[in-house]
C-alpha cells in the first residue's frame, strides 16, 4: 500500500511539475516567453538556437525538454501496468505534450512549437526506457542473490 501510494505521488509530482514549468511563464527560466507564436516546422526552433542563440540556450531549450518529461516517462509505467512497451509510453507522453501545447495557444506570450512535443516525447521515451531497465536489473540481482 505504502509503495502503491508513492508511485501515485511521485507520478503526480512529475505531472505537476511538467504543468508549472510549461503553463506559467514566470516558472519557466525564460523558455518559451517572449511575444509568443506558433511553429509548426519539425526541427526550427532546434536550429535556430543552435545557429542563432548561445549554446547554452540551445541546451537549455533542448535538454530541459527532454529532462522535463523523464520523469513522467519513467512514473508512467509503474503507475499504470497497461502501458507495458515503448510505443505506448511515447504516444502518452506525446498527448500530454500536444494538450499542453494546445493550452498555450491561447496564453498570451507563450510558443506552441512542434519541437517541443519531439523533446518532451524523446523525453517520456527516455524515462520508459531507464525504468525498464532498472526494473531489469533488480529482478537479475534478486535472481542472482
Do not use: A
Not at 509503495?3 to 516558472?27: A, G, Q, W, Y
Not at 525564460?30 to 549554446?55: A, C, Q
Not at 509503474?78 to 500536444?98: A, C, E, Q, T, Y
Amino acid at each position: 500500500m505504502l509503495k502503491r501510494n508513492s508511485i501515485n505521488i511521485l507520478f503526480l509530482v512529475s505531472i505537476l511539475l511538467v504543468i508549472r514549468l510549461t503553463m506559467f511563464p514566470e516558472s519557466s527560466l525564460g523558455i518559451g516567453e517572449g511575444k509568443g507564436g506558433i511553429n509548426l516546422v519539425p526541427f526550427y526552433t532546434m536550429r535556430d538556437l543552435l545557429f542563432h542563440h548561445s549554446f547554452g540556450d540551445f541546451i537549455l531549450n533542448n535538454i530541459g525538454n527532454i529532462i522535463l518529461f523523464l520523469p513522467f516517462g519513467f512514473f508512467l509505467s509503474m503507475r499504470f501496468k497497461k502501458i507495458d512497451n515503448l510505443s505506448k509510453s511515447l504516444l502518452v507522453g506525446m498527448l500530454l505534450s500536444v494538450s499542453i501545447e494546445i493550452v498555450q495557444l491561447f496564453m498570451p506570450n507563450r510558443w506552441t512549437d512542434i519541437d517541443d512535443v519531439l523533446l518532451n516525447t524523446l523525453g517520456t521515451g527516455i524515462g520508459y526506457t531507464l525504468f525498464k531497465m532498472l526494473n531489469k536489473i533488480e529482478i537479475y540481482m534478486k535472481e542472482g542473490c
